[in-house]
């Protein structure tokens, strides 16, 4: 198992576009985490998965953001009409039921940037 | 609703030396405390933790020290090495939550 893994890297997109960033969780965990990180901050939550099921969204996560994880593998995150404020780090984490003292394995994220 | 403050932006020491940085939090509800590291480019390190049962977890040269009463915690990099240098999260989390709550972070230099 290669860890967490994200796709794409980087991505530059127009206000206004949409975009939809994946994430591919170690294959054992059954918990996923989307977390979004500006410059200086720390991550912050967005939205979490257990299996299938998002058992919880930040009200950080407005109406143009939605996650979906289909087959309780991997998730997409969709941005619909970017706005200058959503260009910062994407970062999708995976655990095991429950955070544990072992924490999440992060992947290394997608940046967005929205000109 | 900052629940989670580390006040200290940046860090410099001299390698060899100590590094100690803190963390305060708010909410009780938190049982468990976890320290992250993070370099450019890369998604945050799981580093060591601490369950709200203990007051100290070692691991190597890395310690962390949990003080409940007054809701901070700290680590300690002992001796502080240039490989060190990075930024550092305290993310503490609850039984009772599914998720993590991440302070700012601190940047830490090692001067060779």
């Known amino acids: 198992d290669t860890g967490v893994s994200q796709d794409p890297r980087h991505k530059i997109t127009k206000r206004g576009q949409n975009v939809t960033f994946r994430c591919d969780p170690i294959?054992?965990?059954?918990?996923l985490y989307w977390y979004r990180q500006t410059l200086g901050q720390g991550p912050e939550f967005l939205t979490y998965f257990q299996n299938e099921a998002q058992l919880e969204k930040s009200r950080l996560l407005s109406d143009r953001f939605s996650a979906e994880r289909p087959k309780g593998s991997f998730s997409t995150l969709e941005i619909q009409r970017t706005e200058q404020g959503d260009s910062a780090m994407y970062l999708c984490a995976s655990s095991l039921s429950g955070p544990t003292n072992y924490g999440y394995t992060f992947g290394s994220g997608t940046r967005l940037t929205v000109v | 609703d900052q629940q989670v403050k580390q006040n200290s932006p940046s860090l410099s020491v001299q390698e060899g030396r100590i590094s100690i940085l803190n963390c305060d939090y708010t909410?009780?509800?938190?049982?468990?405390f976890l320290w992250y590291k993070k370099y450019p480019a890369e998604g945050p390190t799981f580093l060591i933790s601490?369950?709200?049962?203990?007051d100290k977890n070692e691991d190597g040269r890395f310690t962390v020290f949990l003080n409940k009463s007054a809701k901070h915690l700290s680590l300690h990099i002992v001796p502080s090495q240039p490989g060190d240098s990075a930024v550092y999260f305290c993310a503490p989390g609850g039984t009772s939550y599914g998720k993590l709550t991440f302070g700012q972070g601190t940047i830490l230099t090692v001067h060779p």
């Open positions: 601490i369950s709200s049962i203990k």
């Open positions: 294959s054992e965990h059954n918990r």
């Open positions: 909410n009780s509800m938190f049982d468990y």
